[in-house]
């Protein structure tokens, strides 16, 4: 199951987007040496193309909510990637309708 949920609506071929992605975004600690665990890099495709690219760091809240708004049609698919300071990735799909 994906850490990540999205949702959708296509109207006159604008995508508007909104995806929740469950991470705790665990800042890193100096005193303790603690790296972190926070998401780094953003990633969404419509139809195979980047739409939204976005480098993050640990000021980023938990369960981080990202909204944007892109050319699509109907059929096309919505990709959301991840990948973290931990090296962990997850991805959502779905089909725009």
Do not use: C, K
Request: glycine letters at 8%.
């Amino acid at each position: 199951m994906s850490s990540i949920r999205a949702r959708a609506t296509l109207t006159d071929g604008v995508a508007e987007v909104r995806a929740l992605i469950s991470h705790p975004m665990d800042p890193p600690d100096e005193e303790s040496g603690d790296p972190g665990h926070f998401i780094q890099e953003v990633t969404a495709e419509i139809g195979g193309e980047t739409v939204l690219h976005a480098h993050w760091g640990p000021s980023i809240s938990p369960n981080p909510l990202v909204e944007f708004s892109a050319e699509a049609e109907s059929g096309e698919t919505l990709r959301i990637s991840y990948t973290d300071s931990q090296g962990e990735t997850d991805s959502y799909e779905m089909e725009l309708s």
